[in-house]
């Protein structure tokens, strides 16, 4: 990799950790570029009919897009008050309140049940923390898509490198909500073990 390319990345690093270091309950609020959100919602395939979940929402700006751009209802959740406000007051200056709600608190308490797709932004640990809580809640076929880090014990359909406005590198993984009980079980018995 040449300097510049390891320069970029140590100052996208020491942001994440400045971002990190403030925020609460240590799920970092590191935004998602435009050019990544856009590529996920694609990725994910949604439609004016979906109802897009996005869990640690920040400043709102992947539940914008999808309905401005791809015409679906869309929930964002974030748990701190200055991005919530945020997200909320850009969604009534856009005129979108019809279309896109913000709901201040933790995703981890948030009913799940409508969406048919969920986006999430989060790390590992915090992936494999919602795990069964999106398992439990979301029907068959609804899709989840992450970025740069997968939900351990969860297969993904797919996974694509896609880059930013910057031209940095993330890592999407797309999953499906499946209908069988049985792999639920099993996956569930494995994490008991570990």
Known sequence: MPIAGWR????????CRELFSRSPKGVPYCPTPFAVARQMLEFASVTPGDVLYDLGSGDGRVAILAAQEFG???????????LWRESSEQARRLGLEGQVEFRQGSFFETDV??????????????????QFH????????????????????????????????????????????QAAPAVEAATAARLREV
């Open 8 to 15: 970029r990345c140590a100052s996208l690093l020491a942001r």
């Open 72 to 82: 679906c209802r869309a929930v964002g959740v974030e748990i701190n008050g200055k």
């Open 134 to 177: 999106l398992a439990s809640q979301l029907r068959a076929g609804a899709r989840v898509v992450t970025v740069d880090y997968p939900v351990p014990g969860w297969r993904a359909e797919q996974q694509v490198e896609v880059k930013s406005e910057n031209n940095v590198s993330y890592t999407l993984f797309l999953y499906r909500r």
């Open 113 to 130: 049940r409508a969406a048919t797709v969920v986006t999430l932004y989060l790390l590992t640990a915090t992936n494999g923390a919602l």
